[in-house]
């Protein structure tokens, strides 16, 4: 059956929810049957209902098929422009200054996707900053889905993927051909490194960051865990350090402790120094 049940529809909201923080409203039957019938057929199911059925079960499996099918992993590179152009002529600039003695950098995708964001970073880094060449640069990419956090591994992208904003320069300078496919080179990739991290579960011990993308995320987010999630990030950048959020996605409102600096056609947010 191709169709979602009410009864399948509430239980994927209640569980989406608790494993993601993914609000899935009333008006979403449609995605989920569009993103779940995949999930369908390879599993050798019937019907969403018999998904439902095995995630009852504790079937691992599947809960990870499903959060990853029901998770928008849309991405570009350099996406947006505007917040590269803020990295570019005033929060790079700054670290560089600000950290001219310590020779390190941190910087995290907190919601990377495919990795084209973190490896965005990485280019820019490489091809406008030969200053840190030498410093200890750490880029970290980080989501909830298996699928996208193996794939940005990979650092392969289709001709598609490729042809949504990377500049045909950098395309030249730092992809090679393998078949279909387009692979960052190896002197990117081997700067960046992913992992799975769930932004709505508590967090692991980690390091303090200078930078933290967190892009296109909180906006599946209900108030309360955009908060939570934001005093958190809060907590792991360095004073001083920026944050960086999508474009429909603020603080104002939400935490205290950021200082909005309008940069070109965006706003970056400072953490204040206490
Ligand atoms: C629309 S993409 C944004 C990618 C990139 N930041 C950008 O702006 O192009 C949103 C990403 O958030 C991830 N995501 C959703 N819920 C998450 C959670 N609770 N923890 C970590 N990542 C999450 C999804 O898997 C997806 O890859």
């Known amino acids: 059956m191709t169709t979602a049940t009410a009864e399948d529809f509430q239980y994927l909201q209640g569980f ?47 809960e990870t098929a499903v959060v990853d099918a029901m998770t928008t992993n ?4 350099f996406r947006d422009a505007a917040p590269f152009d803020a990295l570019r002529n005033l929060v790079l600039p700054e670290l560089v200054a600000s950290n001219v003695t310590r020779r390190r950098l941190a910087i995290w995708s907190a919601a990377c996707s495919t990795g084209q964001e973190l490896y965005s970073v990485a280019m820019l880094l ?25 794939r940005a591994r990979t650092g392969s ?4 993927e490729i042809n949504r904003g990377l500049p045909a ?37 980690m390091q303090d ?12 987010f209900d108030v309360e865990t955009k908060r ?22 603020t603080t104002r409102g939400l935490v205290d402790g950021f200082r909005p600096i309008p940069v070109g056609a965006t706003t970056v947010f400072r953490r204040e120094e206490s």
Do not use: C, M
């Open 228 to 249: 939570d999630v934001l005093e958190r990030v809060r907590g792991r950048l360095r004073p001083g350090g920026f944050l960086l959020l999508g474009t429909a996605e």
């Open 126 to 150: 490489d091809s406008e900053f030969s200053d840190l060449a030498s410093w200890r640069v750490d880029l970290h990419g980080t989501d909830l889905s298996t699928t996208v956090v193996q």
């Open 16 to 62: 989406l929810l608790d494993r993601s923080a993914i609000v899935l409203s009333e008006d979403k039957q449609y995605l989920v049957e569009t993103r779940l019938l995949p999930v369908v057929q390879r599993h050798g199911v019937e019907s969403i209902t018999d998904l439902v059925r095995a995630i009852r079960r504790g079937d691992k499996t599947v």
């Open 209 to 220: 960051y200078d930078v933290i993308l967190l892009r296109n995320v909180l906006i599946y």
């Open 74 to 77: 849309e991405t570009s590179w």
């Open 157 to 160: 992208f289709t001709a598609l």
């Open 169 to 205: 320069t950098l395309l030249v300078r730092y992809f090679r051909r393998e078949g279909a496919q387009f692979v960052i080179a190896d002197s990117i990739r081997s700067r960046v490194r992913f992992e799975l991290f769930n932004l709505a579960r508590p967090w692991p011990p």
